[in-house]
Nanobody
Framework: QLQLVESGGGLVQPGESLTLSCEAS????????VGWFRQAPGKEREGVSN????????NYADSVKGRFTISRDNAKSTAYLQMNSLKTEDTGVYYC???????????????????WGQGTQVTVSS
């Protein structure tokens, strides 16, 4: 069974940067597309970004375009989310998910077709 572990979250000030990692075990990550999702307190989970198996196709939510970059290193079975120019509204628990690329739709993910990590907290506050 695929297991995903996120890391890299923390408390930062507005304008600062963080890089989240999603490390896979159990199966090679290059079998799967990967997505990042987040959930703020009192809000529904939203899609942030996704990347296909080869890393050639990526998508971003409008709210993070130009600030976040998704990438992957299949040799390390790890995906990343580089977050720059962080804003207070980026605060939330960030989850990575893996599965078919079609299931990682940022507007409506197909949760039953995905494996999820446990999440990592990102807090942006002055």
């Amino acid at each position: 069974q695929l297991q995903l572990v996120e890391s890299g979250g923390g408390l930062v000030q507005p304008g600062e940067s963080l890089t989240l990692s999603c490390e896979a075990s159990g199966f090679p990550l290059d079998y799967y597309a990967v997505g990042w999702f987040r959930q703020a307190p009192g809000k529904e989970r939203e899609g942030v970004s996704n990347i296909d198996i080869s890393g050639t196709s990526t998508n971003y939510a409008d709210s993070v375009k130009g600030r976040f970059t998704i990438s992957r290193d299949n040799a390390k079975s790890t995906a990343y989310l580089q977050m720059n120019s962080l804003k207070t509204e980026d605060t939330g628990v960030y989850y990575c998910a893996a599965g078919p690329f079609w299931a990682l739709n940022l507007q409506k993910s197909s949760d039953l077709s995905l494996d999820w990590g446990q999440g990592t907290q990102v807090t942006v506050s002055s």
